[in-house]
């Protein structure tokens, strides 16, 4: 092998890139790289805090739908025991009414009765009148037989 100034040369200059690049641009790379990193550190920090919150967060979610379902099951079923009190007071209402309208029914039943009773009563003492004068061929003094028309209507 030939030693000679070039070869000599190229070493120090060799030399010397070696010792600029090692002073002035190595640790900018190593300065960037380590800021790289960190930051690829962090964020992987930043994605599992965020998975854990996103587990948490689906983890409320669900206890409090199941507690929105709980309260609405508990809703329907209050509107449904009040549903059925409802109908239950319309029921006995009803029936309370249909009561009372059949009483008053009866009563008015009763009264027509009562009514037609009288009505057929004078009817009855007029045509037992009218036939006992067309019997008799006389004249039957409606006054001074009042009180034997009245038994004959009680008959009746």
């Known amino acids: 092998m030939n030693f000679?100034?070039?070869f000599i040369g190229q070493i120090v200059v060799f030399a010397i890139f070696v010792l600029l690049c090692a002073k002035f641009i190595w640790p900018p790379i190593?300065?960037?790289m380590q800021s790289r990193q960190k930051k690829i550190a962090e964020g992987l920090d930043a994605a599992s805090r965020a998975t854990k919150n996103l587990e948490l967060a689906q983890h409320d979610a669900a206890s409090k739908i199941s507690e929105a379902k709980a309260s609405a099951a508990e809703?329907?079923?209050q509107a449904n025991r009040?549903?059925?009190g409802i109908v239950d007071e319309a029921k006995v209402e009803a029936e309370a009414t249909a009561k009372r309208i059949v009483a008053g029914a009866a009563s008015d039943v009763e009264?027509?009765?009562n009514i037609a009773r009288e009505e057929l009563r004078a009817k009855i003492s007029e045509l037992t009148l009218a036939g006992a004068e067309k019997i008799l061929q006389s004249e039957v003094d409606e006054k001074k037989?009042?009180?034997l028309l009245d038994k004959l209507a009680a008959t009746l």
Do not use: D, L
Request: net charge neutral; charged share 35%.
């Open 4 to 6: 000679n100034a070039t």
């Open 30 to 32: 190593m300065a960037a």
């Open 75 to 77: 809703i329907i079923e």
């Open 82 to 84: 009040r549903a059925t």
């Open 111 to 113: 009264k027509e009765r």
């Open 145 to 147: 037989h009042s009180e």
